[in-house]
């Protein structure tokens, strides 16, 4: 399909075991993808927000957000894609860090904002937030000095308030 | 059980067993009526055809583990018709859970994609309201299953009962009320439309909108055909009705659709035995789509105007808006459109030739005959369920009672004992294969015991027919798996269970054989021994557009 675009969907469900196989069930029964999904409890512990980012066409991504709606568990869906919306996903990433190259990492974390969270004789272990651009930009560069692990989150979202 | 009351319950379909043990102890103290099945995939499809013959939702009640598992054909098959059904299964105490404990099965995670919704109950505080909210959800909106998984240990929990409110679900909340701006621009394409086709499904008849139906073709002077679900939602024997649409569908009613300029689906979810080829169904017409679920809508086609709503109440307000419209204009366009469908009905009528052998046509439609048309039918799967839609005619809806969607071999018989129990006064015809009818023939004595005079009629032909008819068209009669000639005697089957078993081998007893299964009060078995290689026609050939029919 050349009209597939990136959603990204926030939900609002009920914060009870089943809820999140409900959700990748419906997904992968009907052949819908899943990029990424993030899920964790908002302030009122009885609900969760989940965050999905998938990519289809116009009538998938309708059909998508319809079938999410008629889950009975789920209370909300809201479909960021055509709103402003603030996205942010970490990583944590450890890269080699040879006595020569701790300096220019060090600069890296500097420009791009990160946190170095856990130092070794011969390696960092990096926090970086952002959008998925911008972690996929830090890794290019770690990956110079070579990365030994990364383990990073799905994307979560909200609108932006001036939107609502 | 107090909520069970207050939901109006007064049948429960099931089979016992040790998790579950403890409501049968308690549902036996009651007068609720308690139907004990053979199978648990009957007691599903038992309650499925309770359902739709009362309209009332109808309740299972099995045990945990092979119990459950049994139920989930049952169940499939209720959400693919969107049939309400609440199912109760036993589940192991909750400590247990997750040990690979005796007879422990993940049933909410089974069924998660074929229940409306579904729930564990964790708390035995949480129960009365689960139980309420399940019966409110299977009914309501677009209705479907319902399951409840219950460990033993809360079951088993003595607690004050109070009756619960009737449920308030933030999350759930169907949305019956059409969108009025919707309905207008309905109203300017049919006042446009020069030929109209209404298309009408299931949701005819679970919203019970029969006589809103009727009233708007009949101001329109519209034609009307239906998907198998939809038979009986727009009287059979009218001079509007086109037959069924689809691959078995009659070849006014597909070439109607296939040149209409207008067409009007209503309670209907554009499945692809309905539509064929999709890129090519009703390629000149605007589609106006009414249905309670918006999943349906946008899902297959692509549809001018949506309307997401009850049928009943859209076809309401359609009807009062167009109260307020002056028709003469398009209804002068009418009688051209409906010479054509008359020309298109009178070069390909269904039909068939009886010669020698007993063809299976002829049977439902001696069967549709001696009953006047007034019987309650349900089909097994197959070529037998085909002939029934085409040959019996309908004019009132909730009596014909089909595995649609899902397609459940061995559904028609459970179902007729169902129908039977709600409908104890009408006659109940189960139109079978002798293939299907072997799927759930130990429900015989089900039948028998609680003294249900419910009838089936076996086209019995030796084949797994419809297979047998694919093989032969697309196959080269290569008739791999499905030659079930050595079958066994059903006459002497019918009484080694105590029910009554009669056979035609010629045209010419047919007749008398029906006749004197309708005038014998028991279970009874008619043995027809038909034609071995019929086929259905006509046949639109899976991946071809509905317009392009083999016809004989």
């Known amino acids: ?24 069930g419906l997904f992968s029964g009907r052949g819908f993808n899943i990029e990424s999904l993030c899920v964790a409890e908002t302030l009122d512990p009885g609900i969760s927000r989940m965050t999905l980012v998938t990519r289809g066409n116009e009538r998938i991504v309708e059909q998508i957000n319809k079938q999410l ?93 001036a939107q609502k | ?92 105490p909750r400590v247990l859970i997750g040990n690979d404990a005796f007879q422990e099965v993940d049933i909410v995670g089974i069924t998660r994609p074929c229940t409306k919704h579904n729930y564990l109950v964790k708390e ?15 009914r309501s909106g677009r209705p479907g299953p319902v399951l409840i998984d219950l460990p033993k240990d809360v079951v088993q929990t003595k607690m004050n009962f109070k009756m619960p409110p009737a449920p308030r679900m933030k999350s759930y909340a169907p949305h019956t009320e059409p969108h009025k701006q919707q309905l207008e621009r309905a109203i300017k394409l049919i006042l446009k439309a020069k030929k109209p086709v209404i298309f009408a499904g299931g949701g005819v008849i679970l919203s019970g909108a029969y006589k809103e139906l009727f009233e708007f073709a009949d101001k329109l002077n519209m034609p009307v055909t239906g998907s198998l679900m939809g038979l009986g939602g727009f009287p059979g024997t009218n001079p509007l009705w086109l037959g069924m649409i689809g691959m078995h569908g009659t070849y006014r009613a597909n070439m109607s659709t296939g040149n209409c300029d207008l067409l009007i689906g209503i309670g209907v979810r554009f499945d692809d035995r309905v539509t064929g ?41 359609l009807n009062s808006l167009l109260e307020q419209e ?11 459109w409906l010479k054509q469908i008359e020309e298109w009905k009178s070069t390909t009528p269904l039909a068939y030739d009886q010669s020698n052998a007993i063809k299976p046509q002829f049977v439902v439609e001696k069967i549709y005959e001696l009953t006047k048309g007034k019987a309650i039918i349900t089909t097994e799967v197959g070529q037998n369920q085909m002939w029934a839609a085409q040959y019996y005619h309908f004019d009132k809806p909730n009596r014909f009672i089909t595995s649609g969607g899902l397609g459940v071999m061995g559904f028609g018989f459970p179902a007729a004992i169902g129908a039977q129990l709600a409908r104890p006064k009408d006659l109940v015809i189960d139109i079978a294969g002798d293939g299907s009818i072997q799927m759930n023939i130990q429900e015989l004595i089900v039948a028998v015991s609680n003294k249900l005079p419910v009838k089936i009629a076996i086209l019995n032909n030796g084949y797994l027919g419809m297979v047998r008819q694919w093989q032969e068209l697309f196959y080269d009669k290569r ?21 009554v078993g009669l056979r035609a081998t010629r045209a010419d007893e047919v007749e008398d054989v029906i006749k004197k299964a309708i005038d014998t009060p028991k279970t009874v078995i008619m043995d027809f021994v038909v034609e071995r290689e019929e086929s259905v026609y006509p046949m639109v050939p899976a991946g071809a557009p509905i317009t392009e029919m083999l016809l004989v």
């Open chain 1, 1 to 24: 399909m050349t009209d597939e675009r990136k959603h990204t969907i926030s939900l609002l469900v009920d914060n009870e075991s089943g809820v999140l196989s409900r959700v990748a």
């Open chain 2, 479 to 499: 008739y791999a798996a499905t030659n079930i000639e050595q079958a066994p005697d059903f006459v002497k089957l019918a009484e080694a269970y105590g029910a």
């Open chain 2, 326 to 336: 002056d028709l003469t204009e398009v209804l002068k366009t009418r009688p051209n």
């Open chain 2, 277 to 317: 080829r999709i890129d090519d169904f009703a390629k000149n017409a605007k589609i106006v789509h009414i249905d309670i679920d918006p999943t349906s809508i946008q899902k297959n086609v692509p549809v001018t105007v949506p309307i997401v709503g009850d049928c009943k109440v859209s076809l309401k307000k």
């Open chain 2, 124 to 138: 035995p505080e949480r129960l009365a309201d689960i139980v309420r909210e399940a019966f409110y959800i299977a």
């Open chain 2, 1 to 92: 059980m107090e909520i069970l009351k207050e939901e109006g319950v007064d049948t429960v379909f099931g089979f016992p067993g040790g998790a579950i043990i403890d409501i049968n102890d308690e549902l036996d103290k009651t007068d609720i009526h308690y139907i004990l099945v053979r199978h648990e995939q009957a007691a599903v499809h038992a309650a499925d055809g309770y359902a739709r013959a009362s309209g009332k939702v109808g309740v299972c009640l099995v045990t945990s583990g092979p119990g459950a598992t049994n139920t989930v054909t049952g169940i499939a098959s209720a959400y693919m018709d969107s049939i309400p059904v609440v199912v109760f299964t036993g589940q192991v």
């Open chain 1, 69 to 161: 709606n008629k889950l009975i568990s789920v209370k909300k869906v809201i479909d960021l894609t055509d709103v402003a919306f603030v996205e942010r996903e970490m990583a944590l990433v450890k890269v080699k860090a040879k006595k020569e190259e701790r300096a220019e990492i060090l600069r890296i974390v500097d420009i791009f904002r990160c946190k170095v969270v856990d130092v070794s004789a011969g390696c960092y272990t990096l926090e970086v937030t952002g959008t998925a651009g911008k972690i996929a930009a830090i890794l290019s560069l770690l990956s110079q000095m070579g990365i030994k692990e990364i383990a990073r989150t799905g994307a979560i979202a909200l609108a932006r308030e």
